[in-house]
């Protein structure tokens, strides 16, 4: 029972720190490193109240140093899916029935603990686990975690403040409930900050969460999820296990008590999760909600009109930092013919200048893609380029498997505006240009508007206003988040809800009211503070 109305203001998004040399951040970050690598983990799935070691274990390896083991997880089978839904269902009553602001809080300390004393290990297994430099774990394993929990605290307080109103004699209220059932969290290896939110997310709102993360995700993962014990998230609230993706879907979109799924993935895998569930419809309690934000094929178009410098500055950084691992990276550029041969230039000479290996070096921009079968993908594309007449490799083009999953920044320049890598997500570190006619920007904004299915992210940059009204208003489907003058990447909760639609996904807005919306269903009650006592209405009277 709450016995009073809490406030929970909206925080101020979290400061990035910059690990500057000879500051406390990175000399306790270098610290940290070293202890994770001087041991080896025993990573056990997280079910109800146990740890749960089945003794089939498997390696984490640093993808930037293959031969090194961070540690061992315990995989998963059927049994564990079914104990986790278990443990979650008994745990529903008791965490739904609990005050908002007592299950706030949990979040909100969490959301400190992460702020101090965890920091270093949340950038640390982020960056070991994930191969991600210094400055893309601090914005997302640190600042980014720490704002969905601190920002969805407010988000939710606020929507559970939105009343209807009431005519005399009677009083209207809606209740807030969580879904009926289980909630599945499907996340993905290439941000922290995903794997947090899309189980904490529906938490928050009192349901109970079965949490996949992707393997290549457990190290950070099984670090929050420790964290999250030590705020006081009850045993079975969230249950983290490791098993593979049809293993999970056989089991669990056909439960009864299967009430929705937090997911972030490839667009195949969404669609085959959504026609199974399709299927299995007729054997669940209520209709489930369905929340995904899967691939992307995210643009720039540059005008005629706009800075050269800051058009480098933006594909430099949108398209490589991460290695162009991000749902938002700038995969495909559309540059004018007045400024094509300039930006190229620049482009290639920035190249030059980024260095690539481990995390551990700070001095390094590019750090290792995720695993092998990755490095293969992204291998094939950059070939296929080298060897056809209608591609040009214009910078970059080299790669190495032997110690790491490297591969150098790389630039194609297609010839046609159909080529593969303009249309075809490749989450990698490689950017494919198109040259079109300087005077031909409407052309250019219908090539970028039906190129590819997706519409997750996208830039316009330009000096001429006019130039960013029209391609504002003729993209306005092409992309969930539009960027002007700047790179498509780099969302921040609270300032730039983030999805897209068409092919990447459900446009839920993770970072805002919209995405809690999801994870709620309300009831309406009315009461009646005097009640009639007779059936007849007044115009039943002739006179």
Not at 112 to 123: E, V
Not at 147 to 154: K, T
């Amino acid at each position: 029972m709450s016995l009073g109305t809490f406030s929970y203001p909206l925080p101020a998004n979290e400061p990035i720190l910059q690990y500057a040399p000879g500051s406390p951040e990175k000399a306790a970050l270098k610290k940290v490193l070293a202890e994770l690598k001087g041991e080896t983990a025993d990573i056990p799935m997280y079910i109800g109240g146990e740890e749960v070691r089945t003794g089939k274990t498997l390696p984490l390896n640093p993808p930037h140093e293959k031969a090194h083991v961070l540690g061992y997880f315990h995989e998963g089978g059927e049994e564990h899916v079914k104990q986790a839904i278990d443990a979650a269902l008994a745990a529903k009553d008791g965490w739904s029935n609990l005050p908002f602001e007592e299950r706030a809080h949990i979040f909100l300390q969490a959301a400190d603990l992460i702020a101090t004393k965890y920091r270093p290990y949340m950038n640390g297994t982020t960056m070991l686990g994930q191969s991600k430099n210094v400055y893309q774990a601090e914005i997302d394993s640190a600042c980014e975690v720490i704002d969905f929990l601190r920002l969805n605290v407010h988000f939710l307080s606020e929507i559970l403040k939105q009343q209807p109103i009431s005519a005399p004699g009677m009083h209207n209220r809606l209740e807030w409930r969580p879904l009926e059932g289980f909630v599945l969290a499907i996340t993905p290896f290439n941000f922290t900050a995903i794997g947090s939110n899309l189980p904490c997310s529906a938490a928050l709102c009192g349901n109970v969460v079965v949490w996949k993360p992707a393997f290549t995700q457990i190290y950070s993962a099984q670090m929050f999820m420790r964290i999250m014990k030590e705020a006081g998230l009850p045993d079975g609230v969230i249950n983290l296990i490791y098993v593979d993706g049809p293993v999970l879907g056989n089991i669990c979109f056909g439960h009864k008590e299967f009430a929705g799924i937090h997911f972030t993935g490839s667009t195949g895998v969404f669609n085959q999760i959504w026609k199974t569930i399709g299927e299995n419809v007729g054997k669940l309690r209520s209709y489930p909600r369905i929340v995904g934000e899967t691939g992307g094929k995210d643009f720039v178009l540059v005008h005629k009109s706009a800075n050269v410098d800051a058009t480098v500055t933006a594909l430099a950084r949108g398209a490589f930092e991460f290695q162009g691992q991000k749902c938002s990276a700038a995969s495909r550029a559309y540059l004018p013919s007045n400024l094509a041969a300039e930006v190229k230039e620049k482009l290639v000479a920035t190249l030059k200048t980024m260095k690539m290996g481990t995390v551990e070096d700070f001095s390094n921009f590019i750090n290792a893609v995720i695993d092998e079968r990755s490095f293969d993908k992204i291998a094939g594309y950059i070939d296929r380029a080298k060897n056809d007449a209608d591609a040009e490799v214009i910078a970059g083009g080299s790669y190495d498997k032997t110690n790491g999953y490297f591969v150098e920044p790389t630039v194609i320049e297609a010839k046609q505006p159909k080529y593969a890598t303009l249309c075809e997500e490749i989450f990698g570190p490689v950017l494919t240009i198109y040259v079109y006619d300087a005077d031909a920007f409407e052309e250019a904004i219908a090539l970028v508007d039906g190129t590819s299915p997706y519409a997750l992210t996208g830039s316009i940059i330009a000096q001429d206003r006019q130039a960013i009204l029209l391609a504002t208003n003729l993209l306005r489907n092409s992309a969930g988040n539009f960027y002007v003058n700047d790179k498509p990447t780099g969302a921040v909760v609270g300032q730039q809800p983030f999805g897209g639609a068409r092919a990447s996904g459900t446009n839920d807005k993770a970072g805002s009211m919209l995405n809690l919306y999801r994870w709620l269903s309300a009831r309406t009650i009315k009461e009646t503070l005097v009640p009639p006592t007779d059936y007849r209405y007044a115009f039943l009277g002739e006179e």
